[in-house]
């Protein structure tokens, strides 16, 4: 690990300021994360007030948009509370939003991180949307169905011993009911009119154009019911990067399914966010968005396989053989035993130069890989339910893998101090959560650090231009997300 950088705060706020043109004016990433006992205490510290030599800012300013994650360890009636403190701190801000979340990116987990954008020649704008539970015309999906999206009276789990519902069951991956994107969410040329004779050429919001070299961000937070928005918000921006985090549960903290919080209001439904469009023509806009997942904790569990026979987001035979009994022999093979959770890496092998060679073993590229749980499986009959709702395919690599290394819940990052415009994001045990281990009362006070994230039980979602947005819920895995 390294070492422990502590920044006295008006270094921290100094780190947000940049100089342009001899004038100085405030970054259009600003990020701070403060860990201090009293709720009220880490908002105003992750909002300083500005210094004297601070320029006031023209009324001309662009608005910005203000995101605040705070950890369920603080008291429920202070999170509720929350909406209407922050716009307190915060000036010239025309949208906050946020959610209450396991973690937040200090040593304890503890605290609040915020992350302000402000429009700038570079980054061009920043629309914030929200789409509530009650208009998203979104249809509760059951979680143990064999098809995510396939209704119980179409396809149950007992029916595919037949041939005629096997043949029934063809994809999981279109959603029944698709959810209407938000328009502030969509690509700038989205919003343009159908009749234009240019498709890669459009106006925004604050009069320049948006052609070819903009590149469109959108973070996203949302309940646990986020697959169908992901979907059509893929058909709608394909080329777009979604990064984002599902709202930790707060039943037991503030009386609500998740806590989110939307100018002011509190949410407890439904899909919110930001949409980010950079202008990559400037300098200062050139660096390529990077996105990665990392799996700290995990192990493989033998060497890669190709599906051979499968159907949605079921696999019958692995390597032509029985899916379930090729996972039943391996962990004979080990003292693991079947009780334990394992996962389905799928991506592409990390040698393709040695697939002709059988003595060679051969893993999936980890670095580009997908990872989705094992739900389920038949060794009679061959039947592996994976938890995913995109179809997987004859001819895919996957591989066995499984938890088999301690990682500290929080994973506490320092080098993501360092690396501005820049977020992280967890997936913390839902069996280890902040509540049932933190004592507030004896919380001391730390300073403020330059990071924005968060980590959640409930995991992370993951988009990267023209492939499908997916959701990660492997407990561990961090998300990695630079611009």
């Known amino acids: 690990m390294s070492r ?3 920044r006295p705060l008006a270094s921290t706020y100094h780190h947000a300021l940049r100089s342009t043109s001899s004038k100085t004016q405030r970054a259009l990433w600003t990020a701070a994360t403060c860990s201090h006992p009293d709720l009220a205490t880490s908002i105003s ?46 000036r010239d801000t025309s949208t906050v939003l946020g959610a209450i979340v396991d973690r937040v990116p200090t040593r304890s987990g503890h605290g609040v991180s915020t992350l302000t954008l402000t429009p700038s020649a570079t980054l061009l704008s920043c629309k914030p949307f929200h789409l509530s539970g009650a208009e998203s015309r979104r249809k509760r999906l059951k979680e143990k169905s064999v098809g995510k999206w396939a209704r119980a009276q179409d396809i149950e789990e007992r029916s595919l011993d037949t041939a005629d519902a096997w043949n029934a069951f063809k994809s999981i991956s279109i959603g029944r009911n698709q959810v209407q994107v938000p328009e502030a969410a969509l690509p700038s040329s989205s919003s343009s009119s159908s009749s234009s004779s240019s498709s890669d050429v459009s106006s925004n919001d604050h009069g320049a154009a948006t052609t070819a070299t903009t590149k469109q961000e959108v973070i996203v937070f949302s309940d646990l019911e986020v697959h169908q928005f992901l979907e059509a918000l893929d058909n709608a921006a394909p080329q777009a990067n979604k990064v984002g985090l599902l709202a930790s549960s707060t039943p037991f903290i503030t009386g609500k399914p998740v806590t989110m919080f939307w100018n002011g209001q509190l949410v407890q439904d439904g899909v919110l966010g930001v949409s980010i469009m950079r202008d990559t023509s400037r300098k200062e806009g050139r660096e390529k968005s990077v996105t990665t ?63 002709d060679h059988k ?19 038949d060794p009679s009959k061959g039947n592996m339910a994976v ?86 819920t492997v407990t561990d895995s961090v998300l990695k997300h630079s611009n």
């Open 359 to 377: 003595d060679v073993r051969t893993d999936i590229d980890m670095a580009k890989a997908t990872v989705y749980k094992i739900t389920g499986g």
């Open 293 to 355: 997942v990392e799996y700290p904790s995990m192990s493989t569990l033998g060497p890669a396989m190709q599906i051979t026979r499968c159907r949605g987001n079921i696999i019958l035979e692995l390597d032509e053989s029985n899916a379930t009994r090729l996972l039943l022999d391996r962990l004979q093979a080990t003292t693991l035993t079947k009780d334990k959770e394992y996962f389905l890496a799928t991506g592409e092998p990390a040698a393709l130069g040695s697939l």
């Open 45 to 90: 510290r992750c909002f300083p007030a500005p210094s004297s030599t601070t320029p006031p800012q023209s009324s001309e300013t662009p608005n910005n948009v203000t995101i605040v994650l705070a950890s369920r360890s603080y008291p429920g009636s202070d999170l509720l509370n929350l909406p209407s403190a922050v716009p307190q701190h915060i």
């Open 4 to 6: 422990v950088l502590t």
């Open 387 to 472: 938890d995913t709702v995109h179809d997987l395919r004859v001819g895919q690599w996957v591989q066995f893998i499984h938890h088999d290394k301690f990682q500290e819940q929080g994973h506490y990052d320092q080098t993501m101090i360092n690396k501005p415009d820049s977020l992280m994001f967890t997936t913390s045990d839902p069996n280890n959560t902040i509540e049932e281990q933190y004592n507030l009362s004896q919380a001391g006070e730390s300073s403020v650090e330059s990071v924005f994230g968060g980590s959640s039980e409930n995991g992370f979602i993951v988009g990267i231009p023209d492939e499908d947005t997916w959701v990660c």
